[in-house]
């Protein structure tokens, strides 16, 4: 069975500063990973995705993610947070019904 | 880039009436779809994969008879709720996947309000 663990359920980050969310999966074979984000009232925005390859991945936004097998990790980070980053941010495995971490939101404070 | 639409975006329904969601790919032909439940605060819950043609799979604890799924075209489904109850109001997502793109990629429509009173 596919699982995805996000440990945070909420963080608040100062504008300017570096973001990492965490995402711990469970998948009995090679993931597929995914990061979204869902901004109220908008539909799930595709972040980045890992099928395989470089585990650095690149995303839209300025957004990056690493993927760790050996920590069963696809952590999402940022270097410098801009104000309309706040949003709810998933993680999501699977292929090709996607499992879902529970979300964690960001509050990014001026 | 891959569209997805979902109609309504909100609607409000009596209780014990039913209410049909539409999911429409609008540049490519999606032969499955997905469709997701997230409850206020919560993740996404896959409830259901739609192929085209086909009878739907639901996922264990999802009432099929509930739930009803069509997929009678490549770029629509329609889920619809039958006898709605207050416990069924939630936000209701749909997906696709176009197997021209990537097999393991699907792309989300905005979502559904259901409000059931």
């Known amino acids: 069975a596919q699982s995805v663990t996000q440990p945070d359920i909420h963080i608040t980050v100062s504008e300017g500063a570096s973001l990492e969310l965490r995402c711990n999966y469970s998948y009995g074979a090679t993931p597929y990973l995914f990061w979204y984000v869902q901004s109220p009232g908008q539909g799930l925005q595709l972040l980045l995705k890992y099928f395989s390859g470089d585990t650095l991945v690149q995303g839209i936004k300025g957004f990056e993610a690493e993927f760790k097998r050996s920590q069963s990790s696809f952590n999402l980070r940022k270097p410098s947070v801009h104000w309309s980053d706040a949003a709810e941010y998933f993680c999501?495995?699977?292929?090709?019904?996607?499992?879902f971490g529970a979300g964690t939101t960001v509050t990014v404070r001026a | 880039g891959a569209v997805v639409s979902q109609h309504p975006s909100r609607v409000i329904c009596k209780s014990g009436t039913s209410v049909k969601i539409e999911c429409r790919s609008l540049d490519f032909q999606a032969t499955t779809m997905f469709w997701y439940r997230q409850f206020p605060k919560q993740s996404l819950m896959l409830m259901a994969t739609s192929n085209e043609g086909s009878k739907a799979t639901y996922e264990q604890g999802v009432e099929k008879d509930k739930f009803l799924i069509n997929h009678a075209s490549l770029t629509l489904s329609t889920l619809t709720v039958t006898s709605a109850h207050p416990e069924d109001s939630s936000f209701y997502i749909c997906?696709?996947?176009?197997?021209?793109?990537?097999?393991?990629?699907?792309?989300f429509g905005p979502g559904t309000r259901l409000t059931v009173l």
């Open positions: 997906s696709a996947r176009d197997l021209g793109v990537s097999y393991n990629e699907q792309f």
């Open positions: 999501a495995v699977g292929a090709p019904g996607l499992s």
